[in-house]
């Protein structure tokens, strides 16, 4: 006996059932491992993140010093400004360790939901609905992502790039100029579209969203500089005194400990944000920036690929030369890679490559380098060999990911845009 009733669609094709899911499952991960900090031991969902270091330099607020105006700070404006306010919203209340990681988790959470959204759009524009819906199914099944929002502030920054790039593939240019402007304020990353602007637009709109772009951004850092004096303008710059850690320049410079500025005590004296906490670079960043430079612009100029997957794979090939360009590596920039990467490669590759990338970089943090016992994480003895290896591998992964992109953005022939919407 037959039916003429439609078959119910699967639970899997229903998204509002994956928003649920995401979010519960990081909701009950809070209720189960909520943040504490115990005789000076952090313990919980944010042990071994950089929760507790955010809480330490809001608390100067309690002494009536603000970043980049008493104190220079590594991060652009709007990070700071972000949990120096939530800290002083909670002060009334004696707020808590417990309080202060749990609700910038959860401010973070809703900015890794929105990722989870973008994903599943530029997906859908990409490939279709069924594939969209697949690569959020993904990203709301790897570990990472649920990690960095209880570790790090890392789910702000992919959004505005994301944000930005959803934005330029519809058309809304002097939005997504804003939206990586924006991004550019919480760290600089999100400008790295800005040279793919001008390989996907003609020369005049790449001119005015350049300009646009980096007006908010010079035109914030105007006014914060103009207001705060020495502290701001050394707060725009100390990132580019580090010493190099974690990569093969690292390596190459004897440098074996985490890239770290060290404590709310010594930000309030001007000379401590030029003093470097290493071993001076072998080869000149300079040289460096000349020669992956030069690498990066004769990529743009022989791509072929201007439609919407080659501005994702040229976004993703430059974001990758950017991680192998730069002196230091942070884990959580594994968090601005997975996103792309799938929407680059929506295979059972390009997730092996994911999860592959991830037990390398999770192996080096926190696995090997919470095992030394440095108390500033200098890797030493029995450790320094497995470290050198995940050091290399990662690299090699990563050079390998920026050749396989070149080669496909040089064939007009592979697999782009195939659906709307």
Request: charged residues 10%.
């Amino acid at each position: 006996m037959s039916s003429n009733r439609e078959a119910p669609p699967t639970l899997l094709a229903d998204f509002r059932l994956l928003l649920y899911l995401f979010i519960g499952l990081r909701l009950l991960l809070l209720v189960v491992y909520q943040p504490l900090v115990v005789e000076g031991v952090e313990r919980g969902v944010t042990a071994g993140g950089d929760m507790l270091y955010y809480y330490s330099l809001a608390q100067l607020s309690d002494q009536g010093l603000y970043p980049h105006r008493d104190y220079w700070s590594e991060f652009p404006p709007l990070w700071p400004w972000l949990y120096v306010g939530l800290y002083r919203l909670l002060a009334a209340g004696e707020p808590s360790y417990t309080a202060f990681a749990s609700v910038l988790g959860l401010i973070l959470l809703a900015f890794d939901t929105g990722n989870l959204i973008l994903l599943k759009r530029i997906g859908n524009r990409l490939y279709g609905q069924e594939t969209g819906l697949a690569l959020a199914w993904i990203y709301a099944a790897l570990l990472a992502p649920a990690v960095f929002i209880w570790w790090n502030f890392e789910a702000i920054v992919v959004f505005a790039l994301l944000l930005g790039l959803w934005w330029l593939l519809t058309g809304s240019e002097s939005r997504s100029a804003l939206a990586i402007a924006a991004g550019g304020l919480v760290k600089f990353v999100p400008l790295i579209l800005l040279p793919v602007v001008w390989r996907a637009r003609p020369w005049r709109g790449a001119l005015r969203y350049t300009l646009l772009s980096l007006g908010v951004f010079a035109l914030v850092y105007a006014g914060l500089i103009a207001a705060t004096g020495e502290m701001g303008a050394l707060s725009l710059v100390v990132q580019f005194n580090k010493a190099s850690h974690g990569t093969i320049w690292a390596l190459l410079d004897g440098n074996y400990s985490p890239g770290l500025f060290g404590g709310a005590e010594i930000r309030t004296d001007p000379a401590t944000a030029l003093v470097l906490r290493g071993y001076p670079p072998v080869i000149p960043p300079l040289l460096r920036l000349a020669v992956f430079g030069g690498l990066g612009l004769a990529a743009l100029l022989r791509t072929r690929r201007n439609d919407a997957w080659g501005i994702v794979a040229l976004t993703t090939f430059t974001l990758v030369m950017f991680f192998l360009w730069s002196q230091g590596w942070s884990v959580q920039w594994l968090a601005l890679l997975i996103p792309l990467v799938l929407l680059c490669f929506p295979t059972r590759s390009g997730v092996l490559l994911l999860l592959l990338l991830s037990f390398v970089v999770f192996a080096e943090y926190p696995f090997l380098i919470m095992r030394t016992e440095n108390p500033h994480g200098l890797i030493t003895g029995v450790l320094r060999p497995p470290f050198i290896a995940l050091v290399i591998g990662r690299t090699i992964i990563l050079a390998g990911l920026a050749v396989f992109l070149y080669t496909r953005l040089r064939s007009p022939g592979y697999e782009g845009a195939t659906g709307e919407g």
